[in-house]
């Protein structure tokens, strides 16, 4: 089993097309291209942490996506998760939540509002997050954005991510 992260597909989000450097034309041809990408990757077996701003589908067509989606699939909230209910209360989800620490490493999709809440002279975790799409991929050599506009569409394995901290 392999563990994977990834963020920030923005399923059914047209104005994301504008707002990035995404290679696809139409958000069809986007679902199509991130769902591709994520299956040549993603065994059934493997677990994969969503880390929030999947879907700006409605429920039934979210549910749609992630039935088509190999693995066994982890939403850590982002922003635009749960406003209107799109993304939870799905039964494709083996878990939903707003934070969550695995192998010492916290999940949180908006890592730089976390450190300022907390301040920054309380020292940061090691964070794998979204949020920034392609602003940055490794900021402060804490916090390594797993979004797929900094990995090529496709999920990032644990351990190539984690090489990032190094």
Not at 5 to 18: K, P, Q, S, W
Not at 77 to 89: A, C, E, F, I, P
Request: net charge negative.
């Amino acid at each position: 089993m392999t563990k994977w992260l990834t963020a920030d597909h923005h399923f059914g989000h047209r104005n994301i097309l504008e707002f990035t450097s995404r290679p696809w034309k139409t958000v069809d041809q986007m679902e199509v291209g991130l769902m591709e990408k994520w299956n040549e990757r993603v065994k059934e077996e493997d677990e994969v942490y969503v880390i929030g701003d999947f879907s700006f589908n409605d429920r039934w067509e979210t549910n749609r996506i992630l039935r088509g989606l190999k693995g066994t699939k982890h939403l850590v909230m982002g922003n635009h998760d749960g406003t209107v209910g799109r993304n939870l209360g799905i039964e494709g989800w083996g878990s939903v939540n707003k934070m969550m620490e695995v192998d010492g490493v916290v999940l949180m999709h908006d890592a730089l509002w976390w450190a300022a809440r907390n301040g920054w002279q309380r020292g940061w975790p090691k964070m794998f997050c979204g949020h920034v799409h392609e602003s940055w991929k490794v900021c402060w050599g804490r916090f390594v954005n797993v979004g797929v506009d900094q990995w090529g569409g496709a999920p990032v394995s644990w351990e190539e991510a984690s090489k990032c901290f190094e």
